[in-house]
T-cell receptor
Framework: KQEVTQIPAALSVPEGENLVLNCSFT??????LQWFRQDPGKGLTSLLL?????REQTSGRLNASLDKSSGRSTLYIAASQPGDSATYLC??????????FGQGTILTVHP | DVKVTQSSRYLVKRTGEKVFLECVQD?????MFWYRQDPGLGLRLIYFSYDVKMKEKGDIPEGYSVSREKKERFSLILESASTNQTSMYLC??????????FGPGTRLLVL
């Protein structure tokens, strides 16, 4: 059974810093790896999806990488802003689009 | 923009009541999912559907059932609500590339 772990559980950084969020998964037979953002009391917003055949994806200040052999993915956020404060979740995808989620990393970017 | 609508943002019900949570999409996506999210436990998959009238159990289906009579609508049913079903319920859909799009969530309180 797939298990997804995210480290750290919480992170507080000053505005402008570059930061890395980590995600590890136990079953390398994933179809894809997705990163989401969740604001308090809200649903999830998809940030990036990396297919199993890809190594990374980029969107603006966000870059996500995938290393299936080591069972790891990272989300890199460049030049962080207070508006980036949220919970970031990674999830491993299997057949029919089923996802197994990590517990999330709570990010706080202070001015 | 993909739109996923959930019937209620907040709901209060009594123990033993039958509860219906509805999810409606405005796209033609095959896959629809119901998750619950609890502090310390993260998101867990309850049921999913990959076509009309098709349903599959997720990780925690006990105490729940689902209905998908039309492609755009996926209902989660709590046959007899219990206090341990107090939670945030999130509906999601996925497209052919398997990016998941989430609704805003329904916060259910069972008294």
């Amino acid at each position: 059974k797939q298990e997804v772990t995210q480290i750290p559980a919480a992170l507080s950084v000053p505005e402008g810093e570059n930061l890395v969020l980590n995600c590890s998964f136990t079953d390398s037979a994933i179809y894809n790896l997705q990163w989401f953002r969740q604001d308090p009391g809200k649903g999830l917003t998809s940030l990036l999806l990396i297919q199993s055949s890809q190594r990374e994806q980029t969107s603006g200040r966000l870059n996500a990488s995938l290393d299936k052999s080591s069972g790891r993915s990272t989300l890199y956020i460049a030049a962080s802003q207070p508006g980036d404060s949220a919970t970031y979740l990674c999830a491993g995808g299997t057949s029919y689009g089923k996802l197994t989620f990590g517990q999330g990393t709570i990010l706080t970017v202070h001015p | 923009d993909v739109k996923v609508t959930q019937s209620s943002r907040y709901l209060v019900k009594r123990t033993g009541e039958k509860v219906f949570l509805e999810c409606v999409q405005d796209m033609d996506h095959e896959n629809m999912f119901w998750y619950r999210q609890d502090p310390g436990l993260g998101l867990r998959l309850i049921y999913f559907s990959y076509d009309v009238k098709m349903k599959e159990k997720g990780d925690i289906p006990e105490g729940y059932s689902v209905s998908r009579e039309k492609k755009e609508r996926f209902s989660l049913i709590l046959e007899s609500a219990s206090t341990n079903q107090t939670s945030m319920y999130l509906c999601a859909i996925s497209d052919r590339q398997e990016t998941q799009y989430f609704g805003p969530g329904t916060r259910l309180l069972v008294l």
